[in-house]
């Protein structure tokens, strides 16, 4: 380490320590050591700790901003050709995700305080967003393959533990579960691509690996199976089809969490498919792959999001669309374009859900049928659903806008038909955030919503501050220097942006959404939205093939096992038992008796032997 490196730089490998400390420091109030109806200084030691990481990274990112990208290498392992380091990137790019990361955890956590004032087990949740925070910050940082693979399984543990938090009811239970095991089916794909490449390179860190890349040495078989490996761990970490069932599975957990599943999670995901895209190139079928993924995505997630009627699931689903258009992006080696669009989503995205978390708290109501007329009773909510649904849909002259707009340009120029997914995606999801917003902030007042009142000042605090940063997005994007031509971007690009957006705002404005009207008598219109809202069967159609072989095969073992195997084995005990119980008789107690025996087995052995070896 290099003497002319500030303090706060050498000590950057203790931003993602920083959450896992808040974890460490919490158990004491979560395994019940201190009292259990004063849980609150655990959350107060997360939130400072998670604001020391948020100020320790706003340091580095201004002297990096000045002076350059940094790069921090530990040694960790060596054996014979074989050295891995614990290695750390300072680029621009992974401080401002880092800043992001840490942003978001900080407000989620303020947030938190009041949206789970009565939970009993506040230390256990601020102990696991600890350990969220603490391997999504080491995953933006990290600067090997096997350090990133590595802090994406925590990631996946974590989840896990969120999403069962409530692990009393069975449905989060079953929601956990099956969460984990869809991502854990990336997870085990992506360990394959990573044995692969450290075979093929015998290196793990990125710039090594970009070397070894720009030589191209491998097949094209051996290329595009790696490819698929690396882009299958993304694939699941960004909710993408068809591994995308675990975002809305996750709803089931505290909705604090769900505002960093939504925004920055997948954000992690995304991270590291930018960072292994030079490797990616190698393989053309691989490219392809993403194409198709972000574009089923994109636009599948977009029209489910329509017929769902839970409110978290319909931002879950957009959550879905929205990377997909970011996995083209990364496709189509544009990743300025993907950081701009991955940026402007976590902002808009944390901020709707937020929102929507008031509501909750509010009605204790997720069904969007039965709330209505809270815009009057919840006017903080309202704005902040408001602010959040414009930024992410594209409305001059919020972040989204820029980021789609320049989508617009640049896609015009490589591929048309990827311009017209973003539009018709933009056009949706301002559809289903206008469904959303008419639904439960207008129209008259529900059983259900007419007690509702505006949200405590620990909820309200962070929707604002998170409001505030929505307006000025912009501001903060023109001034990164990799962004300098933001702003350069033509007219007809803007006016088919805007236009998308309105478009799908004028639909939804024009939409029926009465009671006699939400279940149409036309059979085909009726089957059109039960395949919209049961997301085109995709579970169902899991559950026939995928799960119903595995458990298959599960019952042939266990019919094998059962009686094959104990059969063998409890076979070989009874004849066991059967010889010693008929040997036993022979016992009389007479020294002759055995002698002769002897005899008798010496002269048969002798016997055997000489006619062997004659």
Request: glycine share 8%.
């Amino acid at each position: 380490m290099t003497p002319e490196l500030s303090l706060s730089i050498q000590t950057a490998w203790l931003i993602p320590l920083y959450g896992f400390i808040g974890m460490l420091v919490s158990l004491p109030w979560a395994c019940g050591l201190f009292r259990r109806d004063a849980h609150r200084p655990a959350a107060y030691l997360n939130i400072l700790l998670t604001l020391l990481a948020f100020v320790h990274g706003s340091l580095i990112l201004q002297e990096v901003y000045h002076s350059g990208p940094v790069d921090l290498a530990f040694p960790w392992l060596s054996v014979a050709d074989l050295e891995l380091n614990i290695s750390f990137s300072l680029s621009l790019t992974n401080l401002v995700a880092l800043e992001l990361i840490t942003g978001l955890s900080l407000l989620s956590q303020v947030y938190s305080l009041g949206y789970m004032d009565k939970e009993w087990a506040l230390a256990r949740f601020f102990a696991l967003l600890g350990f969220f925070e603490g391997a999504m910050s080491g995953v933006v940082l990290s600067d090997s393959l096997f350090q990133s693979y590595f802090l994406l399984e925590m990631l996946t543990l974590s989840t896990y533990l969120l999403v069962g938090f409530w692990y009393a009811q069975p449905l989060v239970v079953t929601a956990a579960r099956d969460a984990f095991l869809t991502k854990r089916v990336g997870d085990v794909l992506l360990l394959m691509g990573v044995v692969a490449l450290c075979s093929y390179s015998g290196v793990m860190g990125f710039n090594d690996l970009y070397a070894w890349a720009a030589q191209d040495t491998l097949s094209p078989l051996a290329a595009t199976l790696l490819g698929l490996g690396l882009v299958a761990g993304p694939t699941g970490k960004c909710a993408q089809f068809p591994m995308h069932l675990w975002l809305d599975e996750a709803m089931e957990g505290p909705n604090p969490a769900s505002i960093l599943r939504n925004s920055v999670v997948v954000t992690c995901g995304a991270i590291v498919l930018l960072k292994v895209m030079p490797i990616l190139q190698l393989s053309p079928i691989a490219i392809g792959v993403m194409l198709v993924i972000g574009s089923i995505s994109a636009i599948g997630g977009s029209l489910v999001a329509l017929a769902q009627v839970d409110i978290k699931r319909t931002l879950s689903y957009s959550t879905t669309a929205h990377m997909g258009l970011v996995f083209i992006a990364i496709a189509l080696q544009i990743p300025v374009l993907a950081l701009l669009l991955l940026f402007t989503h976590a902002v808009s995205k944390a901020l709707l859900s937020m929102s929507i978390g008031g509501v909750i708290a509010s009605t204790n109501c997720q069904d969007i049928t039965e709330l209505g007329g809270l815009g009057s009773r919840m006017p903080a909510t309202t704005t902040a659903f408001l602010v959040g649904g414009a930024g992410l849909v594209g409305f001059l002259p919020l972040g989204g806008f820029l980021a789609l707009a320049q989508s617009i340009e640049l896609l015009s120029v490589r591929s048309v038909p990827f311009m017209a997914v973003f539009l018709l995606t933009n056009a949706l999801t301002a559809l289903g955030l206008v469904r959303v917003f008419r639904h439960v902030f207008m129209g008259d007042s529900l059983i259900k919503s007419r007690r509702a009142a505006e949200v405590n000042w620990q909820m309200a605090f962070p929707m604002v501050a998170l409001t505030v940063i929505v307006l000025i997005t912009p501001l903060l994007l023109v001034r990164l220097e990799s962004l300098d031509g933001l702003l350069a971007f033509p007219l007809w690009a803007a006016a088919l942006v805007v236009g998308s957006g309105l478009l799908g705002l004028l639909a939804g404005a024009v939409l029926p959404l009465s009671k006699a009207w939400s279940r149409s008598l036309n059979p085909l219109l009726r089957w059109w939205q039960d395949l919209l809202a049961y997301d085109f069967y995709t579970e169902r159609f899991y559950r026939l093939t995928i799960v119903n072989v595995v458990a298959g095969f599960s019952r042939l073992a266990s019919w094998f096992d059962r009686n094959v195997v104990d059969g063998l084995l409890n076979g070989v005990a009874r004849f066991s038992l059967a010889s010693a119980d008929s040997l036993k008789l022979s016992v009389s107690g007479q020294s002759q008796s055995y002698v002769l025996t002897v005899l008798l087995a010496i002269v048969l052995f002798l016997t055997a032997v000489s006619w062997f070896l004659t």
